[in-house]
């Protein structure tokens, strides 16, 4: 039986090291997105409800839901702000649609961009007045449900 010298051994083990770690560091960096701490909450409109991370630091907020792969049914992203104000959205880094959801400080929905595509970057959508949240869900949530200005939203941790 042929033996391997020690040294070829040794270099396909650093070699195998090395692609393992590259294999590592290109899924948990370039393909999954950033880990975040971000705390969850419900969101209820209509009697639909959905589970939202919660985006409360400005660095959260620039990051939102930049970068994920997709977005199931039923979950969303909550973006909360200090005030109310007329906050602008636009869809760097995006790879699927949503639906944009503005909600002012009596928790009422006062404007809704629907079926906003990733291909719209670096257009911006704004809403009719100001908000002092903002639900991103994934694109069509808002029509299936029949959300529309003026409905009543209920948001609990």
């Known amino acids: ?4 010298p020690a ?11 090395g692609v393992t770690m590259l294999a590592y560091w290109v899924h948990y960096r370039v393909v999954t997105p950033p880990e975040t701490d971000l705390s969850r909450s419900h969101v209820t409109i ?9 985006a409360v630091t400005e660095e959260e907020r620039q990051i939102g839901l930049s970068g994920r792969q997709s977005l199931p049914e039923g979950a969303g992203m909550l973006f909360i702000f200090e005030r109310p104000d007329r906050w602008t959205f636009w869809m760097p880094n995006m790879r699927f649609a949503i639906d944009i959801v503005w909600i002012d400080a009596d928790r009422r ?11 719209s970057y670096p257009t ?3 809403p009719s007045a100001p908000a002092l949240y903002v639900l991103e869900v994934p694109s069509g949530t808002a029509e ?5 200005t003026g409905d009543m939203v209920m948001i609990t941790k």
């Open 1 to 4: 039986m042929y033996k391997f």
């Open 124 to 126: 911006t959508y704004s």
């Open 7 to 17: 040294k070829i051994l040794f270099y396909c083990f650093v070699v195998f090291v």
């Open 109 to 119: 929905i006062v404007s809704i961009a629907h079926r906003v595509p990733p291909e």
């Open 144 to 148: 299936r449900y029949g959300w529309k």
């Open 46 to 54: 209509g009697g639909a409800t959905i589970f939202a991370d919660v």
